[in-house]
């Protein structure tokens, strides 16, 4: 087995670390020697690049001592110790020290790799209030009146307006700013993401207050968040003087606005944190969101100021070096009880609104729906009760059939009973076998003369009297149709075209994925929405195998589908992963099914929403492989054609809907050739 298929940078991640070591003021040489026993320990971890503290190699509270030559000789000594060590060293370095250029001193960030020194950024921002004096000491970058220096005999770019690009990943592009820069209305990170960086490093010293570090995460966030990029944020800890300040050491790692890692504060000795970052994410985004482009354009002037400098490292591929990050298996469902409680009451609110307007303006008080006492059928029946309580409207203007067919269960057809009754809706039943007979003699299929012929027909002719009925039914009482088909299904086609439960005239179900659905019949069994006993009903609901129950099961077996809907599309679990990372941006095969092991390898990798069953969802390469296969064979080969004309509904959430009228379009006569020859070099 290929071990690169199991090594992160085999898939455009790239491993950075954040370092915090403890420092002596106005002892470079230590400083030195602890930044270099923390750079090696992140290369030992296959990081690409280690971010240090602001003024880590003189420490930042020296205060006048920035001006004695001793100490500024000491410091480049000392930056020397660490140049001569990234020789041997596989990744980038960048350190903070003070420097003198043509007798001006700037704070500066050294970005260091290779035994040479790529680059030297001088600090933009100086803070000159409440407990920061930096003007008295140094100048802001736009002093400088040179822009290259000789450092330690070498000629080396000087300036704020540097991006430094790996090339052996050039996905991997990084820039240099050092604290207040990020804390201005425009950080010079902002022009640096316009211009192609992706990663974005911070050397700070930053004291610590109340409250200050919660502002740091909305800061760190929200850069990263705005530009698309990842942000590395570095902060001074102990031994860094506590004359008037104090020093918490907090370093993160955000990636888009979603924090990869974050350092314990007040530690007594040096530390160091590790992200992998999607870079692939991080250029899909970019690519996608069409104003970044647009805003490189506005901001051209800016862009246009900054230089690449490219430099190599050797990468740690061929080994086996699996995600460090959590990758949830669910990703439409947050592993957090607090954050799956809010996502399932916006979804739900969302869900319950959109059907609340549809209503208003088509003029309709009532809606038809099919009840099949399954999922989807149920959380769209609680989202119409929901509408209809917010209108003021009686739940008994919810016209409910449940239909039995050839091969209903006991078990749903009672759980379809009892939902309509603890819902407090119109409740009817149709028995379509009838007139699904008439229709199968109307076509001569063997069925009707007695024969066990359970094709594709059978089944359709059985999904489309359904539907038939709800259209005419609706038409009859001056209604409209909910829709219960879900994302999941229409992502994998499994859905009856047409006059079949493809259509409707609203779908409340059309963006919400089936394991979301799941939870969100959970939340609402657990808020008690629809009281005790509508909560009991709920959980029977998602304890029932998923079945289309359109093939009759063995004679005395009534309770146990003849169709078990996984056994033929795979896992739902599975798929929904599938879905989402291929939807939301666009990964190739080989990208998905690592994250899928990376997610799925080991119980302890990724939480498990309430609901979840470990023991028995465990799943290898070979399983993710043959699953993805059939996503993949679904999705692009054969499904298309049912996506170009659903009906209208609400899209709840940014993992994407299938509409063609918002996240994808797509042609229904291509072919599946080159994803599913991708898919055949993962390995089995």
């Known amino acids: 087995m290929d071990k690169r298929f199991f090594n992160l940078y085999s898939h455009d991640f790239a491993r950075v670390a954040v370092a915090s070591p403890r420092c002596k003021v106005a002892d470079p040489a230590f400083n030195a020697q602890e930044t270099i026993r923390l750079a090696r320990e992140a290369a030992e971890h296959g990081a690409v690049l280690a971010a240090f503290p602001e003024l880590g190699l003189s420490a930042y509270t020296c205060d006048d001592l920035f001006h004695q030559r001793a100490l500024l000789d000491a410091v480049l000594d000392a930056l020397a110790e660490v140049v001569a060590a990234s020789s041997t060293l596989p990744l980038a370095v960048v350190v903070g020290a003070p420097l003198r250029v043509n007798h001006v001193l700037f704070n500066c960030a050294v970005v260091v790799a290779g035994g ?52 052996n ?111 692939e994410r991080l250029s899909v985004d970019r690519m996608h969101t069409t104003t970044f482009a647009q805003s490189v354009r506005r901001h051209a002037h800016e862009v246009e100021k900054f230089r690449v400098q490219t430099f190599a490292v050797p990468l740690p591929i061929e080994k086996d070096l699996p995600l460090a990050r959590l ?61 209809l309580d917010k209108l003021g409207l009686p739940r008994t203007n919810i016209l409910a059939y449940t239909m039995p067919g050839f091969a209903t269960s006991e078990r749903t057809l009672r759980q379809a009973r009892e939902l309509m009754r603890v819902v407090g809706c119109t409740a009817h039943e149709i028995d379509i076998r009838p007139s699904c007979i008439q229709m199968l003699k109307d076509l001569g299929h063997p069925y009707a003369e007695g024969a066990e012929q359970y094709d594709v027909t059978f089944e359709n002719v059985q999904a489309g009297e359904r539907t038939s009925h709800l259209f005419r039914l609706a038409n009859h009482h001056h209604a409209i149709v909910i829709g219960t088909g879900d994302l999941s299904e229409l992502a994998l086609g499994w859905c009856t075209y047409g006059v079949g439960d493809h259509m409707s005239h609203y779908n409340v179900n059309a963006s919400v994925p089936k394991t979301l659905i799941s939870h969100l019949v959970r939340w609402v069994a657990d808020t008690r929405q629809i009281g005790d006993t509508g909560s009991d009903v709920l959980i ?37 992963f599938n879905l989402y990372y291929t939807l939301r941006y666009g990964f190739g095969p080989a990208k998905v099914a690592f994250l899928s092991w990376s997610a799925w390898r080991d119980r302890t990798m990724g939480p498990w929403p309430e609901g979840g069953n470990p023991a028995r969802n465990q799943y290898d390469l070979a399983a993710i492989k043959k699953n993805l296969g059939i996503f993949l064979w679904r999705f692009f080969k054969t499904s298309q054609f049912k996506r170009s004309c659903v009906p209208n509904g609400p899209k709840v959430g940014n993992g994407g809907s299938l509409s063609p009228r918002g996240d994808w379009r797509a042609p229904s006569d291509s072919e599946a050739t080159v994803w599913m020859d991708q898919l055949a070099r993962i390995p089995d």
């Open 116 to 167: 040479r020194i790529l680059g030297v950024v001088p600090k933009s921002y100086l803070p000159n209030y409440g407990e920061f004096y930096e003007s008295r000491q140094f100048s802001p970058a736009d002093n400088a009146a040179v822009d290259r220096i000789t450092l330690l005999g070498q000629d080396v770019p000087f300036g704020p307006e540097q991006i430094f690009e790996l090339e």
């Open 169 to 279: 990943q050039p996905l991997f592009r990084f820039h240099v700013e050092i604290c207040e820069d990020v804390w201005v209305p425009v950080p010079p990170s902002s022009y640096a993401a316009l211009a192609g960086a992706t990663v974005l490093v911070n050397l700070s010293a930053s004291n610590v207050v109340v409250g200050k570090s919660g502002y740091r995460h909305q800061l760190v966030s929200q850069q990263s968040a705005r530009c698309l990029a990842a942000y590395l944020y570095t902060s001074a800890g102990r031994g860094e003087s506590t004359t008037d300040m104090a020093w918490d050491g907090q370093s993160l790692i955000y990636e888009k606005g979603d924090k990869l890692a974050e350092s314990e504060r007040f530690l007594a000795d040096s530390h160091i944190i590790f992200g992998d970052v999607d870079l």
């Open 327 to 387: 990758v949830e298996r669910f990703p439409y469902v947050p592993a957090d009880g607090r954050r799956r409680d809010e996502r399932c009451t916006e979804v739900y609110n969302i869900q319950v609104q959109a059907l609340v307007q549809r209503l208003q303006s088509s003029g309709h008080q009532k809606v038809v729906i099919g009840i099949s006492g399954g999922l989807d059928s149920t959380h769209a029946l609680l989202v119409c009760a929901k509408a």
């Open 540 to 576: 029977n609901v998602l304890e029932t195998e998923i079945s289309p129950e359109l093939v009759p099961g063995k004679v005395g077996e009534a309770n146990k589908p003849a169709q078990v809907t996984e056994d033929f599309i795979g896992p739902y679990e599975l798929q929904d």
